[in-house]
């Protein structure tokens, strides 16, 4: 079926590195993309978007790189803080305006 | 900043009561949303709502799930018997338009004994 889907489960991360956290999407239908940041006991906290006419965009730490031909979605987190320790999810969207959410990445920060 | 709040953020209850979760989306916000998530599983789409009707439900939002704008603040799910199964956090979100932002409340764990 047509689903959002993350690479993988979990992501272990120098502090002061660079994260990469993929995100695979499978329905060419969808022209919305969102990542969302998930700590803890609270809800899913907006990051960063993107539409499907734009293959980059860039926020403050963070850049979503978005791959059409691949059906690929990516979030860069630059120096990656302890703070940034989350669960990090992608979510698409059709023109039906809900979003589809990704199972997840869990990105763990070391000292 | 404004934020989408919702009360509570607790709630345990025994299977088969009747339970309302509330959300006070952002202010200028036009359409609303409850998703819910299982604990470890990902965020699934139960509803969403705008011009005070349902535009669209999810398999999951049977006749068991009603949503309601009471007033010009409040949005809200009612689970009219629930069952163990409906042991989630439920998630309520607002955004202006359509393919605009959709922001989170901060959840309402839901315990169903």
């Known amino acids: 079926g047509e689903s959002v889907g993350l690479h993988l489960p979990t992501l272990s991360v120098q502090e002061g590195d660079n994260s990469i956290i993929n995100c695979a999407y499978s329905?060419?239908?969808?022209?919305?993309f969102i990542w969302y940041k998930q700590e803890s006991g609270k809800g899913p906290q907006f990051i960063i978007d993107?539409?499907?006419?734009?293959d980059k965009r860039q926020g403050q730490r963070v850049t979503v790189l978005l791959n059409k031909t691949v059906k690929h979605l990516s979030l860069q987190i630059a120096a990656t803080q302890p703070g940034d320790s989350a669960v990090y999810f992608c979510?698409?969207?059709?023109?039906?305006?809900?979003?589809?959410f990704g199972a997840g990445t869990t990105v763990t920060v070391r000292a | 900043e404004p934020e989408v709040t919702q009360t509570p953020s607790h709630q345990v209850t025994q299977m088969g009561q009747e339970v309302i979760l509330r959300c006070v989306p952002i202010?200028?916000?036009?359409?609303f949303y409850w998703y819910r998530q299982i604990l470890g599983q990902k965020v699934e789409f139960l509803v969403s709502?705008?011009?005070?009707?349902?535009?669209?439900k999810s398999e999951i939002f049977d006749d068991q799930f009603s949503v309601e704008r009471p007033d010009g603040s409040n949005f809200t799910l009612k689970i009219r018997s629930t069952k163990l199964e409906d042991s989630a956090m439920y998630f309520c979100?607002?955004?202006?338009?359509?393919?605009?932002?959709?922001?989170f409340g901060p959840g309402t764990r839901l315990l169903v004994l």
């Open positions: 993107i539409r499907s006419n734009m």
């Open positions: 329905n060419s239908a969808s022209d919305y």
């Open positions: 709502f705008y011009n005070n009707e349902i535009s669209e």
């Open positions: 979100a607002s955004r202006t338009g359509g393919q605009e932002t959709q922001y």
């Open positions: 979510a698409e969207e059709r023109g039906d305006y809900k979003l589809s």
């Open positions: 202010s200028n916000h036009l359409y």
